[in-house]
């Protein structure tokens, strides 16, 4: 007798060197390589239980039913799983983030990761890591990273994700400054489409990602933080600049993400290790020491704007619950 039902705990990630733009739409693969840090502290739990009474899948996000294209996406990767084990069943899945996603954090890559684990098990289908990382990675690239803890990496043109090192090989702290939202920002797959079809900077960007990429990775292994750090700032600033150029040009920063760098700077000023990274939305996560996250964080919290900051340690891989 197969299993009809799994939960899957997987952990959210932020890309030390980022991901932005696909070398193939259609699949899916990035066009640059990226290196992320999996985060103990942001945490997705999904279970997924394909039952023969329903008539439709239905998706509960933090208890609310999904519907249009949040619903579609999930649906598209139910019905790969679906084809895979060959089963006819609709689904139940219902996730939940144990970090605030009102604010806009970004949970696409640890909810990816979650369910591809949770609804590949619960299909009967008992897939090695790297095949549901894969998996992951259809749905949102970044996804791909969360099967795995620590640092991971992403190769351009890649269709998994693999694990660099563990959160022990350099153990730092992430801090995720929250920012209120004012419009609703473009999603990453918009934005990024909309940035490689009319933004000049965009052949830059994908020109230059893979040795910014190649620098962070060497100072990852040989745990030099003021070298990760300028490779991870230029980084984000980089693919910042690719899309402030694009038409319309995509501005992802509030007045409290400006306030938030310069912070940072003056952090770095008075001789505390701390460097910048910023995703699509207007949060500024800094990496730090584990003996500088206290000090740091407070630094943040008073920066006006600023709603929350959360710390994190390095993450474990993604886990199926017993
Ligand atoms: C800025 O993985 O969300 O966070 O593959 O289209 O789903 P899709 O995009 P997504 O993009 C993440 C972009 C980023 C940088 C990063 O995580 O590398």
Redo the contacts with the bound molecule.
Sequence with gaps: MTATKAVAVAHSN??LA???G?KDEAE?LPAVP?L?LTLAALRTRTEVAFDDSLERDVVLLGGAELSERPLERVRDMLDKVRSLAGLQRFARVESQNDFPTASGL?S??SGFAALALAATRAAGLELPPAAVSALARE?????ARSLFGGYVVLDAGARRAEPLFSGSHFDLRMLVALVTRGEKATG??EG?KLTARTSPYYPAWVAEAPRVYERARAALTARDLPALGEAMEQSALM?HASMLAARPGLLYFAPATLALIARVKELRAGGVPAYFTI??GPHVKVLTLPERAAAVQSALAEVPGVVDVLVSAPGPDATLEP
């Design positions: 932020i890309a980022k991901y932005w696909k899916n990226s992320s970004a696409s890559a749905s949102s690239a970044s996804a990453s797959s990024m693919m995703d699509a």
